[in-house]
């Protein structure tokens, strides 16, 4: 999508992509990755998600990169933490002890920023990006990320004709034939959805399944 559809949803609020607890994917599945606790995550398209606070919790430093300033000033706010703000290169950096977020496009972010990164959590950011500009966040993740660097992904899949993204649905054949040659990829889980999805079921979509992979960055 378009920074301005984006900014437009942050703008009225209309963020139902937002979770008001932590996923409890997130929550399942990250001890799989088997990181050390000092670990630094990496959190694309962080929005505002709570997520972001449970890994701080783990003990991980986080690393959002988050397009839209308002979502950033409401992550800080909302979870009653300071922050100081700096520049550097395109982005502002927010920081407060364990959650930095570089807000701006992630598309202008370098590896540089972010030499110390271990891991990686994309929820609802894989998915949030129509097919024609999926691989090119892909492949930008894939550059971000340091080799043997593990990170969980949750993607959505349902027939993409009857409901307009975004969310979009990835299927597993489109994450084994796209991001196969950057990462490893097992998948932990695929899950029936549909009933707790009112929207998708509102619109009568035939089914709607949730998967979490592990992905490793290949060397
Ligand atoms: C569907 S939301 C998901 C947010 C978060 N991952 C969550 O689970 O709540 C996608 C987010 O990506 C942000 N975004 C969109 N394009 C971006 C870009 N080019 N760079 C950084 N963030 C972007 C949007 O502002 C939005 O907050």
Same mark, same amino acid.
């Given at each position: 999508?378009? /920074?301005?559809?984006?900014?437009?949803?942050?703008?009225?609020?209309? *963020?139902?992509?937002?979770?008001?607890?932590?996923?409890? &994917?997130?929550?399942?599945?990250?001890?799989?990755?088997?990181?050390?606790?000092n670990?630094?995550? $990496?959190? /694309? &398209?962080?929005?505002?998600? &709570?997520?972001?606070?449970?890994?701080?919790?783990?003990?991980?430093?986080?690393?959002?990169?988050?397009l839209?300033?308002?979502?950033?000033?409401?992550?800080?706010?909302?979870? %009653?933490?300071?922050f100081?703000?700096?520049?550097?290169?395109?982005?502002?950096?927010?920081?407060?002890?364990?959650?930095?977020?570089?807000?701006?496009?992630i $598309?202008?972010?370098?590896?540089?920023?972010?030499?110390?990164?271990?891991? $990686?959590?994309?929820?609802?950011?894989?998915?949030?990006?129509?097919e024609?500009?999926?691989?090119?966040?892909?492949?930008?993740?894939?550059?971000? @990320?340091?080799? !043997?660097?593990?990170?969980?992904?949750?993607?959505?899949?349902?027939?993409?004709?009857?409901? !307009?993204?975004?969310?979009?649905? *990835?299927?597993?054949?489109?994450?084994?034939?796209?991001?196969?040659?950057?990462?490893?990829?097992?998948?932990?889980?695929?899950?029936?959805? &549909?009933?707790e !999805?009112?929207?998708?079921? !509102?619109?009568? @979509?035939?089914?709607?399944? %949730?998967? *979490?992979?592990?992905?490793?960055?290949?060397?």
């Open positions: 999508m378009q /920074p301005s559809f984006w900014h437009d949803k942050w703008d009225a609020q209309q *963020v139902g992509f937002h979770l008001s607890a932590v996923n409890p &994917l997130l929550v399942k599945y990250w001890p799989q990755l088997e990181l050390d606790a670990a630094q995550v $990496f959190v /694309p &398209l962080c929005g505002k998600s &709570l997520d972001m606070c449970f890994l701080a919790e783990q003990g991980h430093e986080v690393l959002g990169c988050e839209n300033e308002l979502a950033v000033q409401q992550f800080y706010r909302e979870n %009653e933490l300071a100081d703000i700096s520049t550097l290169a395109e982005h502002q950096r927010f920081h407060t002890e364990q959650v930095t977020i570089y807000q701006g496009d $598309f202008s972010l370098d590896a540089a920023e972010m030499p110390n990164t271990q891991a $990686f959590y994309d929820r609802a950011a894989l998915i949030a990006w129509p024609e500009m999926r691989s090119a966040y892909a492949r930008q993740l894939a550059k971000l @990320v340091p080799a !043997n660097s593990t990170g969980l992904l949750i993607t959505l899949d349902y027939p993409q004709a009857e409901l !307009n993204g975004p969310p979009f649905a *990835v299927s597993d054949d489109w994450v084994q034939a796209n991001l196969a040659t950057d990462f490893e990829i097992e998948r932990l889980s695929s899950e029936d959805v &549909l009933s !999805n009112p929207r998708f079921v !509102n619109k009568q @979509v035939s089914w709607l399944t %949730e998967s *979490v992979y592990k992905l490793i960055r290949k060397g």
